[in-house]
């Protein structure tokens, strides 16, 4: 199988809105971070500006993951064609020199199909958590800088909070390669290969705001994008939290050898394991014991002439 991995890439995105502008858009909106409180509050006598003070406010770095894959594959299928004949009185058909039997009045042919299919997977993780989050994506159209291997573990921009991610690149890689799996029905498999296109960490911008309604006693957080400029309502702050040192060899623990070893299966295109020949009778794989004719017995030594005989006993008689 032949892999080829692209470059793994830290990028920070550029923020298009700066704090100071930031902290005012959400000053703008704070009553809506009170929920139905503030909306009443509203409604009947608003509040004034002087009932709320800024008690928190953040820039925070948080990590997204982008993965793209392609996989293709080629093989050999076997396949049984059934093709019409001319009619009834068909009882056979040759073909270049090669005759064939109907089976149910059809023309029954043997085929090897030659086959090719591709898969294709794109995915958003969110760095925190490690989940599938399609909505990040609209992040790629704005401008990002690429971070050096041999700097990320520096990477701390002044008074703002890098949040370190909780899953890896070999980690991402596997859940978008398990999720392109598939079976196809092969009788040999000629060629297959898989593109790993991207696998790119991203450093995504964040305000966050927290604003102390001191009248009620109440507090409420609210988040601005640093990229879309969008305030919203709720999310978290990571006040008090310690960024650590981003280590480029650990988070980007794949290679090409790896690919294979994280695959659920080893492989994208899953094809039937073909089963085994019958095992043949034991007796057929015993050898034969050659016939061994018995070795013939040793003869009987003739008793050697006794010393003690009359020799006159031997001499002729006249």
């Known amino acids: 199988m032949d892999i080829w991995l692209a470059e793994q890439r830290a990028l920070v995105l550029d923020a298009q809105i700066s704090l100071d502008l930031a902290r005012e858009r959400a000053w703008d909106r704070k009553l809506s971070a009170f929920g139905p409180l503030g909306r009443v509050g509203a409604l009947f006598q608003r509040p004034r500006d002087e009932d709320f003070e800024l008690a ?5 770095y948080e990590p997204m993951w982008h993965v793209a894959c392609t996989a293709h594959v080629v093989y050999d299928r076997d396949a049984q064609y059934q093709l019409p004949v001319g009619g009834p009185e068909v009882k056979g058909v040759s073909i270049r020199g090669s005759d064939y039997e109907l089976i149910g009045g059809r023309l029954s042919i043997l085929a090897v199909e030659h086959c090719r299919e591709e898969a294709r997977a794109e995915a958003y993780l969110d760095g925190v958590s490690g989940q ?8 790629l159209k704005f401008p990002a800088w690429p971070i050096p291997s041999e700097e990320l573990s520096s990477f701390a921009p002044p008074e703002a909070i890098v949040l370190r991610p909780s899953v890896t690149a070999s980690a991402v890689l596997s859940q978008v390669l398990a999720s392109m799996s598939k079976q196809i029905d092969a009788s040999l498999v000629v060629e297959e290969g898989i ?20 009248a009620k006693g109440r507090t409420g957080i609210m988040e601005c994008d640093a990229l879309t400029t969008e305030v919203s309502m709720g999310g978290k702050t990571y006040e008090g939290y310690v960024s650590e040192p981003l280590d480029s060899a650990a988070l980007f623990d794949v290679t090409v050898d790896d690919v294979a070893e994280i695959i659920p299966g080893g492989r994208v295109f899953i094809a039937p394991v073909p089963s085994a020949p019958p095992d043949l009778e034991a007796a057929e794989w015993e050898e034969e014991e050659p016939d061994v004719e018995p070795e013939p017995e040793a003869d009987e030594a003739e008793p050697e002439p006794d010393e003690d005989v009359d020799s006159d006993l031997t001499r002729d008689v006249s």
């Open 195 to 214: 593109e790993i296109q991207a696998v790119d960490l991203y450093l995504r911008p964040v305000y966050a705001f927290v604003v102390r309604w001191t």
């Open 132 to 139: 599938q989050a399609p909505k990040l994506a609209r992040y």
């Open 56 to 60: 928190y406010e953040e820039l925070r």
